[in-house]
């Protein structure tokens, strides 16, 4: 596309929100919408909030606020899964003034500390008492921190003039307004477009986590140009299950959804979001490569498991929409009689998944294997990848269907540009691009130049067709002893496809061959174990066996098969450990902390280089 074209269209989204926030959506819904559907949460039995019952409890949480001294300027820091005072507080937030600011549930106290203290929250809502005693260990680090709201558990806890009950902050809140009925309306009329929305604070894979300041335009611009790019019409269905304080989370279920006044279904759990996506049948559906493994691992044992004239079917049906999927790539349409199979029998796959209605699946925030998305499409759950960061409010390229390259991230959304540096670098800029990092002015210009392009870190090429390849992260580049550069990304990705394999590290800077090391799942090996007619006791002891390491042995020469041969690995080893946000070896997003994975198995590392 002409960067005249890409003007016009960024000049048509300028236009389309000019002068809006997210409080103007909040209030339309309520107007226009006021009876219909706006989150549906399990408390026993399914429970709905309408979008007018929704904008009630924001206004009455934000006067409960603003009765606790909230104001302009201020932070409330939320901790919590996803549950609907998660975003009433933050919606809340917002409308008392101030700025939310939600953190990850995994981190350990003193990473809390230093979110906290950074943005100097003055209030923070937390989901129960197990939340609580991370806050109570850093209180004293904490001077600007007055107040502490529960949602769950504040009658168990010994009276305390700084820590109050949910229900307590929506009394303080009806009361003020019953005083003051305007209060909050006229607090939320100050708010503009260049008001942060919102911190998000990045998961730290090479070092301290720094807060990424999206403003309303940020939030309301790249709404409006995810809806024109994939043409998603109002009242889409969703299911809220991933971090909220990631952006992939938030803008799909939390902005995106208020943006198009669409139904969201809070899961507070990710073992349960199988049965939340039956319930909510989803229409627009977001998550993370790993989710999608675990899906894919499952269905596939299924699979494995049918027999005689089904699985004549199933696998007829499948090889005509796989052919149809490669067909589509290539501009034509397949065999005639994948529609029909399609409706006999893999209509039937999805419906049972809770993903029969559908219309666009998104993968995001970490690269994934393409044939996984192959073998979606191929289901006919119509799975695309998507790129972006923090730092672009989340997306800025993606495929869709009727434009899309497997194992590309597609094409830059409409208004967005995106070019290569001299050394290949992904630059980007558009109404996407965040304002910068909060208090971090040097690593801000080095990140967001003058000319409003903003470096991603990550290597790239773009080809004629305008779709962007991602070829690895800049700093992650490995050098071998023999000078060659490798970007490790492709065969960890290749791996972690695998249902054995949690994570994958890729070793060999300044080394004389590649090696790996390999981390189990530790929720898909007892199944495995089973499987194979094995006993499990435990991941360290399953780890150590003959034909555990056959299998990561088979996985490894595959996945060798099709890069080149100066991107194989020659050793691995298999560590005992589960990898987890806990532990550190893979962030909250559940990105490789690469550092610390180097730096734990640093002597296993070498016994792999012994004698070389």
Known sequence: MSQEAVLAERAAIDAEIEGKTIVDYLDRNAERHAAQPAIHYKDGDWKTLTWGEYRQAVHEAAAGFQALGVGAGEFVAIMAGNRPEHVIADYAAIHSGATAVTIYSTLTAPQVQYIADNCKATVAVLEDLEFMKRWEEIRSELPNLRYVVL????????????????????????????DD???VNRTAGTITPDTLATLIYTSGTTGTPKGVMISHRNVVWTAECLRRAANIDLGPRMVSYLPLAHIAERLATHYLATYLAGQVWFCPNLAGVLEYIQEARPTLFVGVPRVFEKFHSRLAARFAETHGIKKTLLDRALDANRKRVLAEQEGSSGPMMAGTLDSLVLSKVREQLGMDQVELAITAAAPINPDLILFFQTLGIPLFELYGMSETTGPATTNLPGAFRLGSVGKALPGVEVELAEDDELLMRGGVITEGYYKLPDDTAEAFDSQGWLHSGDLARIDDDGFVWIVGRKKEIIITAGGKNIAPAKLETLLGNHALISKACMVGDGRKFLTMIVALDHEEAPAWAEANGLVYEDLATFSKLAEVNAEIERAIDEANGIVSSVEQVKKWIIVPDEWTPDSGEVTPSLKLK?????DKYASEIESLYVGV
């Open 181 to 183: 009925p305007d209060a």
């Open 594 to 598: 690469r550092k610390v994975v180097l």
């Open 151 to 178: 949602m769950s558990g504040a009658e168990n806890y010994d009276t305390a003039d700084w820590v109050l009950s949910w229900d307590e902050l929506l009394v303080r809140g009806k009361k003020r307004l019953a």
